[in-house]
């Protein structure tokens, strides 16, 4: 079930995700995370959640024409 929060972003940058998240998605302490910048918003992975998230939602021939038409250099990358 899709769900939402608001997390505070301490002065180092750290955020603190729920508990009953990280049990969930079994993140662990010291655990990777995957951080996917869309430009206008930010998705949080858990591991491995990345290539199933993209390989269902975009084809590789796809992604790569998006990312030719981007206009924003730091965005324009594969």
Same mark, same amino acid.
């Given at each position: 079930?899709?769900?939402?929060?608001?997390?505070? #972003?301490?002065?180092? %940058?750290?955020?603190? !995700?729920?508990?009953?998240?990280?049990? +969930?998605?079994? $993140?662990?302490?010291?655990?990777?995370?995957? #951080?996917?910048?869309? %430009?206008?918003?930010? !998705?949080?992975?858990?591991?491995?959640? +990345?290539?199933? $998230?993209?390989?269902?939602?975009?084809?590789?021939?796809?992604?790569?024409?998006?990312?030719?038409?981007?206009?924003?250099?730091?965005?324009?990358?594969?």
């Amino acid at each position: 079930m899709p769900s939402s929060a608001e997390f505070l #972003v301490s002065t180092s %940058g750290q955020m603190c !995700v729920p508990a009953a998240v990280r049990r +969930r998605w079994g $993140l662990e302490n010291g655990g990777r995370v995957t #951080v996917i910048d869309l %430009g206008e918003a930010v !998705v949080l992975l858990p591991p491995g959640g +990345r290539q199933q $998230l993209l390989a269902e939602a975009l084809s590789a021939e796809d992604h790569l024409q998006f990312v030719r038409e981007l206009e924003d250099p730091d965005l324009a990358t594969t």
